[in-house]
Nanobody, 121 residues
């Protein structure tokens, strides 16, 4: 099972930018489809962005044009670049490795510990 560790969260003013990183270890990172989720206080965890093992990306409507997900397989890392941040982006952001079937083996889903992002003036 892959282990995931997020970094890069913090406090930023509205309109500012942050970049989250998620470092993976313990498995073959390049085979995983990866995602970023977020959970605001009192709300359910929602999917924000995904990137497939082949590099295809998808975003929830509320972040399209502002957030960019990317991956560097050589560094076993997935990123979430967040621009034009709004107060409603405030949440704990979680990195996720989707369950994957590869060469006869099931690689289970894995979650990071979460990174707090607070957008406030």
């Amino acid at each position: 099972q892959v282990q995931l560790v997020e970094s890069g969260g913090g406090l930023v003013q509205p309109g500012g930018s942050l970049r989250l990183s998620c470092a993976a270890s313990g498995s073959i990172f390049s085979i995983y489809d990866m995602g970023w989720y977020r959970q605001a206080p009192g709300k359910q965890r929602i999917l924000v962005a995904t990137i497939t093992s082949g590099g295809n990306t998808n975003y929830v409507d509320s972040v399209k044009g502002r957030f960019t997900i990317s991956r560097d397989n050589a560094k076993n890392t997935v990123y979430l670049q967040m621009n034009s941040l709004k107060p409603e982006d405030t949440a704990v952001y979680y990195c996720n490795a989707h369950q994957t079937y590869y060469r006869g083996t099931i690689y289970p889903e894995s979650w990071g510990q979460g990174a707090q992002v607070t957008v406030s003036s």
